[in-house]
C-alpha cells in the first residue's frame, strides 16, 4: 500500500510545534542524530517539539536513554520536548527510572502552591 501526499504545502497555523518522529529499534549509537535534529527544530526559546514515539517499538534502556538525552539537549536550548502516542510499557519504564515529560493531550501538571501552613494543635511540641 502506498500513500501520495496531497499536493502543495501542508497547513500549519502558528501554534502548531514541530514533530520529530523517532523509529525503532534504538541502539545507544544513535543518539547525536536525533539530538541534531531536534536543536535545529528548536528555532526559537521557549519553543516546544513534539516527539512521536509511537514508532519505538518495544521499550528499553537504549530508548530511555535517547529520551533523556532528548529532554536534556532540549533544555539547554531553552525548550522543551512532548511525547506524542506513547507505548503504556515505555511511560511505566520512564516512571520507574524517574524521568518525567510532558505528554501531548494531557494537561500540564503544576506545583502545589507554596505558603501554606499546617494547623497547630495546642499542645503540640515546638519543632
Do not use: H, K, W
Request: glycine share 12%; aromatic share 2%; hydrophobic share 45%.
Amino acid at each position: 500500500m502506498s500513500y501520495a501526499p496531497p499536493p502543495g504545502l501542508p497547513i500549519v497555523d502558528a501554534m502548531t510545534p514541530p514533530v520529530l518522529v523517532l523509529r525503532g529499534p534504538v541502539t545507544r549509537d544513535e543518539v547525536s542524530g536525533p539530538c541534531d535534529a531536534l536543536r535545529a527544530l528548536l528555532d526559537a526559546p521557549g519553543g516546544v517539539v513534539v516527539c512521536d514515539v509511537g514508532g519505538l517499538g518495544p521499550p528499553g534502556l537504549a530508548a530511555v536513554n535517547l529520551l533523556a538525552r532528548l529532554q536534556l539537549a532540549a533544555r539547554r536550548a531553552g525548550g522543551r520536548i512532548r511525547l506524542r502516542d506513547p507505548d503504556p510499557a515505555l511511560c511505566s519504564l520512564l516512571d520507574l527510572v524517574g524521568l518525567r515529560f510532558e505528554m501531548e493531550g494531557q494537561p500540564e501538571q503544576r506545583e502545589p502552591a507554596l505558603g501554606v501552613e499546617e494547623a497547630v494543635e495546642p499542645g503540640d511540641p515546638a519543632v
